[in-house]
């Protein structure tokens, strides 16, 4: 979740830039970019996978079929149909910054950008039948101070813990491709998800340790995982 206030926006500099000279980077929360960043994660890989980085084995840059993702949200409000489109028509500025006791210009930009990247991810891995190759995992029932992102006291914390132990116990959601509504699905439970990418993760690390000229030991040393 994008959250710049608490953030605070920072100045980085890189003394090891081209022939030593100093470079400044504004940044600013992420979040504002990338709200959910699975999207720019995949980016990230097919950019390593296009230079030739010797942490991938040679594969198409766009062969997504053979990605593996796993996206966890950090939980959200519960969705609620809040906003009137008859109602909305009618704001101006003051209106989308203060609107039903929120502020539905950053409720609908945060929402939307994290919903819109995993539409456009499992509408392409559905084209590309490897369904089972992405997983997302969401809470958006939350509710009063677990929906906070700036709570921190031990009660919440716990509260947290069991929110996270009672998710692994419910159908996986996926999103509906033609009405945008995430809805459980028949894969099975988080938990059953979770282990069966555990296993196919560690078949592929035996894997590139056997064929590693170095060993297991000189693998996991040279080699990402």
Same mark, same amino acid.
């Given at each position: 979740?994008?959250?710049?206030?608490?953030?605070?926006?920072?100045?980085?500099?890189?003394?090891?830039?081209?022939?030593?000279?100093?470079?400044?980077?504004?940044?600013?929360?992420?979040?504002?970019?990338?709200?959910?960043?699975?999207?720019?994660? #995949? !980016?990230? +890989?097919? $950019?390593?996978?296009?230079?030739?980085?010797?942490?991938?084995?040679?594969?198409?840059? =766009?062969?997504? *079929?053979?990605?593996?993702?796993?996206?966890?949200?950090?939980?959200?409000?519960?969705?609620?149909?809040?906003?009137?489109?008859?109602?909305?028509?009618?704001?101006?500025?003051?209106?989308?910054?203060?609107?039903?006791?929120?502020?539905?210009?950053?409720?609908?930009?945060?929402?939307?950008?994290?919903?819109?990247?995993?539409?456009? #991810? !499992?509408? +392409?891995? $559905?084209?590309?039948?490897?369904?089972?190759?992405?997983?997302?995992?969401?809470?958006? =029932?939350?509710? *009063?101070?677990?929906?906070?992102?700036?709570?921190?006291?031990?009660?919440?914390?716990?509260?947290?813990?069991?929110?996270?132990?009672?998710?692994?116990?419910?159908?996986?959601?996926?999103?509906?491709?033609?009405?945008?509504?995430?809805?459980?699905?028949?894969?099975?439970?988080?938990?059953?998800?979770?282990?069966?990418?555990?296993?196919?993760?560690?078949?592929? $690390?035996?894997?590139?340790?056997?064929?590693?000229?170095?060993?297991?030991?000189?693998?996991?040393?040279?080699?990402?995982?």
């Amino acid at each position: 979740m994008s959250c710049p206030n608490l953030s605070p926006s920072t100045l980085l500099r890189n003394q090891r830039f081209k022939q030593g000279k100093v470079r400044g980077f504004d940044l600013v929360d992420g979040g504002v970019a990338a709200n959910n960043p699975t999207l720019v994660a #995949i !980016s990230e +890989v097919t $950019k390593e996978i296009t230079r030739g980085s010797s942490d991938f084995f040679p594969i198409k840059p =766009t062969a997504y *079929g053979r990605f593996l993702v796993i996206s966890i949200g950090t939980g959200s409000p519960k969705t609620e149909e809040k906003y009137d489109a008859l109602k909305a028509a009618k704001w101006g500025i003051l209106g989308w910054l203060t609107s039903e006791s929120s502020t539905p210009l950053i409720d609908v930009f945060t929402q939307s950008s994290s919903d819109m990247v995993d539409f456009h #991810i !499992s509408t +392409v891995f $559905k084209a590309l039948h490897s369904e089972e190759n992405y997983l997302r995992i969401q809470d958006d =029932t939350l509710i *009063g101070d677990e929906s906070s992102v700036d709570i921190a006291t031990d009660s919440n914390l716990e509260n947290l813990v069991k929110i996270g132990e009672r998710l692994l116990k419910k159908p996986i959601i996926k999103v509906n491709l033609e009405t945008g509504v995430c809805e459980p699905s028949t894969w099975g439970t988080n938990e059953k998800a979770l282990k069966r990418v555990a296993e196919v993760l560690s078949k592929e $690390k035996r894997t590139r340790d056997m064929r590693s000229p170095h060993g297991p030991r000189g693998a996991s040393a040279t080699r990402k995982y």
